[in-house]
């Protein structure tokens, strides 16, 4: 299922990932175990979340002048993935977010929480394959009237 399918999701919430903390992959500490994208709406008065979840490809791990990357696909199938940089000089954070092929965000920043809130606000795009949960009661899920910037911390 994809978001065009669904509903046009109103409330984007930023989320904050994991590292990759593997004493036999010391080279990802720098990188996130999962980065999960959320929106959240309601459907006929009930409160409705959005997900798409992103993991590593861990072959596709480069390390080029300062930069090194690594390459994230949709759990859920599709066309659409994420791709991370960390400048080991600088300390920045870019990340490119693709949805069937073709770039819908990108962003940058110094911190691990700063930058992933922010990327991660991008929320889901027209067409990115996701998941959607109905909630059974109005408090099961994030609150429609939730203050902003909403931020929450995965796991993986």
Request: net charge negative.
């Amino acid at each position: 299922m994809d978001m065009d399918e669904k509903f046009k999701l109103e409330i984007l919430i930023g989320t904050i990932p994991e590292r990759i903390d593997d004493p036999n992959l010391p080279h990802l500490y720098n990188f996130p175990a999962s980065v999960l994208f959320l929106n959240h709406t309601e459907d006929k008065g009930r409160p409705v979340l959005g997900s798409a979840r992103y993991r590593p490809e861990l072959l596709s791990y480069r390390n080029e002048a300062d930069n090194a990357s690594l390459k994230y696909h949709n759990v859920i199938g599709g066309k659409s993935w994420v791709t991370i940089t960390y400048n080991s000089l600088t300390s920045k954070y870019s990340g490119e977010k693709f949805v069937n092929e073709e770039l819908v965000g990108v962003e940058n920043g110094l911190k691990w929480y700063e930058f992933f809130a922010n990327f991660t606000r991008l929320g889901l795009s027209a067409g990115e394959r996701c998941e959607f949960e109905l909630a059974d009661d109005e408090d099961a899920l994030v609150p429609p009237t939730i203050p902003w910037p909403f931020i929450i911390k995965t796991t993986s």
